[in-house]
């Protein structure tokens, strides 16, 4: 099993910038992929941005030029860096690891709030 606990939401104004952590551990060294996705009030969950442990980094049209997700494979950390946001990207981010064997896990999110 892996537990993946997030941090860094908050409350931000618009244009302004905020850095997700998300840190995993027990069978870390079984994930091949991790990332985050997104939900906002009454909507359903969408992809934002995906990391895997070997090739190109994966984004969302609406987040691309802005966000950029990197890892640290050394801390088993994957860090969602948020640019210029909008009060669109108002939501509960999610990060989630894909595993080898074993399928997926999701942390408990944490919020993100964009206004003025």
């Known amino acids: 099993q892996v537990q993946l606990v997030e941090s860094g939401g908050g409350l931000v104004q618009p244009g302004g910038s905020l850095r997700l952590s998300c840190a995993a551990s027990g069978s870390s060294s079984n994930i091949y992929a991790m990332g985050w996705y997104r939900q906002a009030p009454g909507k359903q969950r969408e992809f934002v941005a995906a990391?895997?442990?070997?090739?190109?980094?994966n984004y969302a049209s609406s987040v691309k030029g802005r966000f950029t997700i990197s890892g640290d494979n050394a801390k088993n950390t994957v860090y969602l860096q948020m640019n210029s946001l909008k009060s669109e990207d108002t939501a509960v981010y999610y990060c989630?690891?894909?595993?080898?064997?074993?399928?997926?896990?999701w942390g408990q999110g944490t919020q993100v709030t964009v206004s003025s």
């Open positions: 990391i895997p442990i070997r090739g190109n980094t």
């Open positions: 989630y690891a894909d595993l080898v064997v074993g399928g997926s896990y």
